[in-house]
């Protein structure tokens, strides 16, 4: 939902500083968030604080082609800046630049229909058959509510639509090297949300769902060309910064433990380096009466792959 209050309603904010003054003044709301006063004052506040890096960013908004479907997405991205973003140990101008990154690069990978699509939470870039006969499928979106942790999103669906995982990153540049930056990862937390997991995992051959979205990614990343891919630990998620202390208990996920047995290894600066291929076991080392169930692992994740593929068309 957007509004633009005023008489020229089909007319966006052209310049950094009118968008500020619009959003401050609540005559541009691209969410429902910009109607509370007090986020629109704190908005400003900060801006005033930081105005070289809220300029900054704002002037990269009104210059994309996407501008009004970019915010319709992410209405918070006028003050990303503004709070610890994608890990708690970067810098302002790092995020900032991050960001710019991220939306500079994604549309010309994607191409217009599909990154509208994106943007719109509307892109399937995955469906297959589980074991049971259901129909799961991969989406990549942009959820706002995941946009502490990233600006993009690939998500797992079981047959209902319920999720049950997703990792939100953000496309960067990092040491001159095109960078898949992890912000989060999560299953579901549901109630019921041990019950779905195992459920998914017997439906997907023995694949944990998390290990699916992470083999899915490495797809992304090699059909993006991505370079390095990093992720945030248990102590360098966002999370951990002062800000967000008591939002520390939404980590549910040991994120060092995945990592790790993935492959992953810690780095100087407390995130994990992780590999840019997948890796699988030869069959010939699988005890042979396991290896009926691998040849299906490997075949479904080969399926995923290939679809991936014919939706992104990168």
Not at 83 to 100: E, F, K, M, V, W
Not at 238 to 255: A, C, G, I, P, T
Not at 283 to 304: F, G, P, Q, V
Request: aromatic share 10%; charged share 25%.
């Amino acid at each position: 939902m957007h509004i633009l209050s005023d008489n020229n309603s089909a007319i966006l904010p052209a310049t950094p500083w009118k968008l500020c003054l619009s959003l401050f003044q609540g005559k541009y709301a691209p969410h429902e968030l910009w109607g509370v006063r007090k986020f629109r004052n704190k908005f400003m506040l900060r801006s005033l604080v930081m105005p070289f890096s809220t300029h900054k960013l704002l002037k990269f908004i009104t210059t994309h082609p996407s501008y009004e479907k970019i915010l319709s997405a992410q209405p918070r991205l006028p003050c990303r800046l503004h709070r610890p973003y994608l890990t708690n140990r970067l810098s302002r101008q790092d995020c900032a630049q991050a960001i710019i990154w991220h939306y500079g690069m994604m549309p010309r990978l994607l191409g217009a229909d599909a990154f509208n699509q994106h943007l719109d939470n509307r892109l399937k870039v995955a469906e297959f058959e589980v074991k049971s006969g259901d129909a799961y499928y991969l989406s990549f979106i942009a959820a706002h509510r995941l946009d502490r942790e990233g600006e993009a999103s690939l998500i797992l669906h079981d047959a209902d639509g319920e999720m049950l995982c997703e990792i939100t990153f953000t496309l960067c540049e990092r040491a001159g090297k095109t960078t898949l930056m992890i912000g989060g990862i999560q299953g579901p937390n549901s109630e019921n949300a041990q019950q779905k997991v195992q459920a998914a995992t017997k439906n997907l051959y023995g694949i944990f769902p998390k290990k699916l979205v992470y083999e899915a990614l490495i797809t992304m990343a090699n059909l993006f060309k991505v370079e390095s891919i990093v992720a945030v630990s248990n102590e360098t998620h966002v999370y951990q910064s002062l800000r967000y202390h008591n939002r520390q208990k939404r980590m549910h996920s040991d994120y060092n433990g995945f990592w790790e047995m993935v492959g992953g290894t810690l780095n100087a600066e407390g995130y994990y380096a992780l590999a840019c291929e997948s890796s699988r076991k030869p069959m010939e080392s699988i005890a042979s009466k396991k290896r009926a169930e691998y040849r299906r692992r490997y075949d479904l994740l080969d399926d995923i792959a290939l679809k991936m593929h014919t939706a992104l068309r990168v």
